[in-house]
C-alpha cells in the first residue's frame, strides 16, 4: 500500500526556517518524481515544486511564490522527500502536502500544518 | 500562468441526482507528448485532497464508477451520475501539462 506521510510542521516566526519531510512506502521511490502542495486556510490548493527522480535528472521547478527561498531535496536510500522553507512569510502558512509523480499526482499525504506567525 | 477557470462555485444537489462541474483552461492543456494532463480532486472535510480523475477521463483506482471526466482542449467536466452524501466537499481541475501547475478555484458540492 502506497502511504506518504509528512512531518515538521509547526509554529514558527516570519524570517525562520522550518524543513518538512516526506516519507514513502509502498512502491518504489527512486522512479517517481515527488510534488509539494499546499493550502492555506480557507484557500485553494497550490503548487509549490516538486523534484524529478534521478532517471530523468533529479532537476527541480518551483513556484514563483517560493522561488530562492524554499529547496526541494531527496534521499532515495531513505524514501525521503524533504522541503526546506527559509525566509518564511506569514502567507506561507498552510498545509503542506506531498504526492507522489508531477503530472498525475495519484497519492497525498495527510499533510502538515505550518503556521507563520509573531 | 494558465489560469483554470471552475463552474459553478456552489453546487446544492438532491441525493441521488447528477451533479456536473465545468472547468476551463486559458490555454489548451495538450502536452507536446499528445498527453492532456487535466486531473480531477475531491476534497472532504478534514481530509487530503484525493484524485479522483487523471487524463481527463481516467478513473483512479477506487474511484466509484458514478464520477467521470470528458472534454478536450481548453473546455473539461466532471460528473457525478448520483450523488451520495459521501460526494460533499469541495472539487478541484488541476492542470500539469504547463508550468506552474494550476488550480481553478473549486466546486463546493453539498447536499440540498
Known amino acids: 500500500e502506497v502511504q506518504l506521510v509528512e512531518s515538521g510542521g509547526g509554529l514558527v516566526q516570519p524570517g525562520r526556517s522550518l524543513r518538512l519531510s516526506c516519507t514513502a512506502s509502498?512502491?518504489?521511490?527512486?522512479?517517481?518524481?515527488m510534488t509539494w502542495f499546499r493550502q492555506a486556510p480557507g484557500k485553494g490548493l497550490q503548487w509549490v515544486g516538486f523534484?524529478?527522480?534521478?532517471?530523468?535528472?533529479?532537476?527541480?521547478e518551483y513556484a514563483a511564490s517560493v522561488k530562492g527561498r524554499f529547496t526541494i531535496s531527496r534521499d532515495d536510500s531513505k524514501s525521503i522527500v524533504y522541503l526546506q522553507m527559509n525566509s518564511l512569510k506569514t502567507e506561507d502558512t498552510a498545509v503542506y502536502y506531498c504526492t507522489r509523480d508531477r503530472v498525475t499526482t495519484d497519492y497525498w499525504g495527510q499533510g502538515t500544518l505550518v503556521t507563520v506567525s509573531s | 500562468d494558465i489560469v483554470m477557470t471552475q463552474t459553478p462555485l456552489s453546487s446544492p444537489v438532491t441525493l441521488g441526482q447528477p451533479a456536473s462541474i465545468s472547468c476551463r483552461s486559458s490555454q489548451s492543456l495538450v502536452h507536446s507528448d499528445g498527453n492532456t494532463y487535466l486531473s480531477w480532486l475531491q476534497l472532504r472535510p478534514g481530509q487530503p485532497p484525493r484524485l479522483l480523475i487523471y487524463k481527463i477521463s481516467n478513473r483512479f483506482s477506487g474511484v466509484p464508477d458514478r464520477f467521470s471526466g470528458s472534454g478536450a482542449g481548453t473546455d473539461f467536466t466532471l460528473k457525478i451520475s448520483r450523488v451520495e452524501a459521501e460526494d460533499v466537499g469541495v472539487y478541484y481541475c488541476m492542470q500539469a501539462t504547463h508550468f506552474p501547475l494550476t488550480f481553478g478555484g473549486g466546486t463546493k458540492v453539498e447536499i440540498k
Open positions: 509502498g512502491f518504489t521511490f527512486g522512479d517517481y518524481a
Open positions: 523534484i524529478r527522480n534521478k532517471a530523468s535528472g533529479g532537476t527541480i
